[in-house]
């Protein structure tokens, strides 16, 4: 039942107002917020009841938890909380919040709300989530928007050379079955770093010669060469992203009950969210298969390969002008390999650099 005149006797600082129809718009939450941090007295913005709830069954929440700045507070006192404290210092941490029935709004702390309300402040804790993920996203399609023409050529044109390093390690497990994963299990023990037993001309006590492992350099290629390694998959992903980015999001409004274009909002917004943060580490795949099929790598690795201490009897791996010619011999068979690496794959100047994303890499961190 809602409170009457007849039984709000309460002491002055307790207050009352019914004056919320609807939910608060954003200007009055930025006020609010600023006069948290100005006075560390939330209670006393305008319109704010301090009055406890008549009723337990519907709450909005309109802000996460909020550290209140006490410190600024006569005395450094706590907050007073509405349900169990109305005049008396009770909590540091609260949140905004809207009780619909009573038309009114207060600022309520965390863990007696959570207390009081049960399954119904779990279900308004969701309720906001999903709000403030509706915001996150609208923001993140404004961003997009802006930067929409250089990420097309971007994509475009990394798709090309994802495409192309795609052609050229296919052709390896397709001629080469098995050899892809021995190199890789091989580099992948010391990460890529190569090292060769080196005669130091010098014998120990016993007379024996001194070896020492020295390292000659570090293979490029481990993301490309892993299981998995799908770059032309990745750009089509991040282009179907682009596409759908490039359609207006539906007209959205924080409400309650829920606005009905929520669930499309949340997901196309999550389609997104993942292709935009998926593309850092779809640039560095890129990166690392034209690295990989760059000359001083392939002779890097070549040079290893031809080492005594290592695990092949017989190892060619040379890049003559678009041709990269596999031989091994190894305890797991032989392997041959007569691969064509287009040009673009080795062409790494004409790479593009990525286009400036650093805003919209904060909104989807």
Request: proline share 6%.
């Amino acid at each position: 039942m809602l409170l009457t005149e007849a039984n709000n006797k309460m002491d002055e600082k307790v207050r009352f107002y019914p004056v919320f129809t609807g939910m608060p718009d954003d200007d009055y939450l930025s006020r609010w917020r600023e006069h948290i941090g100005q006075t560390g007295r939330p209670e006393d913005f305008e319109n704010v009841s301090t009055n406890k709830p008549t009723q337990l069954e519907n709450i909005v929440l309109l802000s996460e938890e909020i550290s209140v700045p006490v410190g600024r507070r006569p005395g450094g006192e706590r907050v007073p909380c509405p349900f169990c404290a109305t005049t008396s210092p009770k909590f540091i941490r609260g949140r905004m919040a809207l009780f619909p029935d009573e038309k009114a709004v207060r600022f309520i702390g965390h863990r007696c709300a959570e207390t009081h309300f049960g399954e119904n402040f779990r279900h308004a804790e969701r309720a906001f989530r999903r709000q403030t993920a509706c915001r996150s996203y609208i923001d993140m399609w404004s961003e997009i928007g802006r930067e929409e023409s250089g990420l097309q050529v971007f994509v475009g044109q990394m798709s090309a050379v994802a495409d192309d390093i795609q052609f050229a390690r296919d052709q390896f497990d397709k001629q080469a079955k098995g050899f892809r994963t021995f190199l890789h299990r091989e580099l992948a023990q010391t990460d890529g770093e190569l090292f060769v037993n080196s005669d130091l001309g010098m014998t120990d006590r016993l007379g024996s010669t001194v070896i020492q492992k020295m390292s000659i350099g570090t293979a490029a290629g481990l993301r490309l060469l892993a299981d998995g390694y799908d770059v032309a998959l990745d750009m089509r992903q991040l282009k179907a992203a682009l596409i759908d980015a490039a359609k207006p999001l539906p007209e959205w409004a924080p409400t309650s009950p829920e606005h009905p274009s929520t669930d499309e909002i949340l997901r196309r917004g999550r389609f997104v969210e993942r292709a935009m943060k998926h593309m850092v580490f779809a640039l560095a795949d890129v990166e690392d298969g034209t690295r990989f099929f760059a000359r001083k790598n392939l002779a890097l690795i070549h040079r290893w390969g031809n080492r005594p201490e290592t695990p092949f009897s017989q190892f060619e791996m040379k890049l003559s002008d678009r041709q990269l010619l596999v031989r091994s011999d190894t305890f797991v068979g032989r392997h041959y390999a007569n691969v064509i690496v287009p040009e673009r794959v080795t062409s790494t100047d004409d790479l593009p650099p990525p286009p400036i994303l650093q805003t919209i890499t904060r909104k989807v961190a």
